[in-house]
């Protein structure tokens, strides 16, 4: 964990753009640890308008949640999505990208309508995964949950982007996670150096060069099998096309434009970091969170277990009446969220709020989503872990009033909401997040149905995350006790 410089500012309403950027504010935090950015970002939580000012090239002026209604509805060329997660992602040197309207493109009109009929082959694809990489366990074994997870993440994706035969290839694998890594290491390590500073020696650092290696290998592993499928396509007026998110690429260039074979690669690589890293944190966190707290593993193993009775597999309906399940996970990123903020965009063209408050072009805005998740606006006992939050309220009649239906929907694992930003909000809302809950629950459920999980040494605190800057990422070096029971 490092140390981290944040000094926030809190305008008064009406300030103008140069007010907001220039003038002396009164409430100035200086040097602080980075785990303190979450506390702070909570109590200022209520203020209108705060600027924290990071190692990030833009000042980031976080927005208090209420003017989520407006946001959300400014067009991109004055708030924009891809710009900010350049900024983030530091893509002048790392070179991950998120202007690419293919991506999500494919993610909503291929992947989350096909989830329905994939299903099944996720779930085979992590029984297969847990049955490889996990050891025997006959008795209390430890095991580096991160680790795991991030290869049988990278199989049961990969089975959907790439198909069986190729997910399951050690080559494919080392790409995938090691890629990933490196696009981390990379970004991390840029932003360790003082923003003027970076033109000159984010190039040359070790972990630039070795993501940039990297990335090319990958190209070359991934050039081939395009090639091949493009070729088999031309050349076979019988071919089968194969059901999988490469086949949904080449053929969306007929609304996207021919995309030469580099560029393919590319999106086959940002569309696996999107999902290995993510999706693998997430996960980790689930298994810290319930080796911690044994006694909510009986009620999830037996509605887990109910269900796969009545339903035979992880089919649709299935995953949607494990509501325990769902509701454990949606707690789990409430508590332990891997950023402290949301809906972050980079200011394009200077914009009012309709409090007066004038937002200025060049700026990062972000909206405080752990201030909303800890807020008992939002949630009774805020900083109580309470597994089975949104299974009662779906239950019930819902918060405020709410409907059943509506309390249904309010609060299950995908949803987004003004009160809920874990994953985004409004049209740029994380639109992987279906394929990823599905298999973020058929991997914790076949772990629970298949091993009794502790932490090492008897401990009942939870391991405790790591923070950089807003980030909040499970300890990847940590290890839980495995013991298979079936």
Request: net charge neutral.
């Amino acid at each position: 964990m490092s140390n981290q410089t944040i000094t926030v500012e809190t305008p008064s309403t009406g300030s103008t753009a140069v007010d907001l950027m220039a003038t002396q504010w009164p409430y100035v935090a200086t040097t602080i640890i980075a785990c303190a950015a979450a506390l702070l970002i909570q109590k200022l939580f209520a203020k209108g308008v705060f600027r924290i000012i990071t190692t990030r090239n833009a000042n980031v002026v976080v927005v208090n949640p209420k003017f989520l209604g407006e946001l959300k509805n400014l067009p991109d060329d004055t708030v924009s999505f891809s710009e900010s997660v350049k900024e983030s992602m530091q893509t002048k040197y790392t070179n991950v990208r998120a202007d690419r309207p293919i991506i999500p493109h494919i993610v909503k009109k291929d992947l989350t309508p096909a989830l329905n009929r994939l299903n099944p082959t996720i779930a085979e694809e992590v029984d297969q995964s847990f049955q490889e990489e996990l050891p025997p366990c006959k008795d209390f074994t430890p095991v580096n949950i991160n680790n795991k997870l991030l290869r049988i993440v990278a199989k049961v994706s990969g089975r959907i982007f790439i198909g069986p035969e190729l997910c399951r290839s050690e080559e494919y694998i080392d790409a995938a996670i090691n890629y990933t890594m490196d696009v981390v290491h990379a970004q991390r390590a840029v932003m360790e150096v003082k923003p003027w500073q970076r033109w000159l020696k984010a190039p040359g650092l070790p972990q630039v060069k070795a993501l940039q290696t990297r990335e090319q290998a990958a190209k070359d592993y991934l050039r081939p099998i395009i090639e091949a499928r493009q070729q088999e396509a031309k050349e076979n007026p019988d071919y089968q096309k194969p059901d999988d998110l490469l086949q949904w690429l080449l053929d969306g260039q007929d609304k996207f434009g021919e995309q030469d074979i580099h560029e393919l690669a590319a999106i086959q690589l940002g569309l696996t970091f999107a999902a290995i890293h993510t999706t693998s944190m997430t996960a980790t966190n689930a298994f810290y969170t319930v080796a911690a707290m044994p006694e909510i593993i009986p009620e999830l193993r037996e509605e887990i277990r109910t269900v796969l009775q009545e339903y035979g597999t992880f089919t649709t309906a299935a995953l949607q009446k494990m509501k325990k399940l769902d509701s454990f996970l949606r707690e789990t990123m409430r508590v332990y969220p891997l950023s402290w903020t949301s809906f972050s965009r980079k200011v394009l063209k200077t914009f009012t709020l309709s409090n007066g408050q004038v937002i200025p072009a060049g700026c990062i805005i972000e909206v405080p989503a752990y201030g909303l998740s800890m807020d008992d606006q939002f949630n009774e006992n805020p900083e109580e872990f309470d597994a089975f939050r949104s299974y009662r309220a779906r239950e019930q009649e819902g918060l405020a009033g709410a409907s059943k239906a509506g309390a249904a929907a309010a609060n299950q694992f995908v949803t987004v909401s003004p009160s809920n930003l874990t994953f985004g909000y409004g049209r740029h809302a994380c639109p992987g997040r279906f394929f990823a809950a599905n298999e973020i629950k058929m991997i914790v459920s076949r772990a629970l149905l298949d091993y009794d999980i502790t932490m090492v040494d008897g401990a009942r605190e939870r391991y405790a995350n790591l923070q950089f800057g807003t980030q909040n990422i499970p300890d990847g070096s940590k290890d839980l006790l495995f013991k298979r029971i079936v």
